[in-house]
């Protein structure tokens, strides 16, 4: 395995790290009935965390 492969391979087991810290921040969320401070527009804000996908995906570029 070269080193491009090996880049791609600790890069995707990070994303995927990652997209199950984010689910599981969510399910938290909604447990505590705590909102989700974010920043929309330059502004931080509140939002309902039943208001947020319980899921992100994050594209991959082929190659």
């Known amino acids: ?3 491009k492969e090996q880049l ?4 995707d ?3 995927k790290g990652l997209e199950e810290t984010y689910r599981r921040l969510i399910e938290y969320k909604k447990e505590k ?3 989700m401070i974010v920043v929309r527009n330059g502004k931080i804000v509140a939002v309902d965390p039943n208001e ?3 899921t992100t995906l994050y594209k991959r570029n082929a190659g």
């Open 33 to 35: 009935k705590s909102p």
């Open 1 to 3: 395995m070269g080193t």
């Open 8 to 11: 791609k391979e600790e890069r």
């Open 52 to 54: 947020i996908l319980p």
């Open 13 to 15: 087991k990070i994303v």
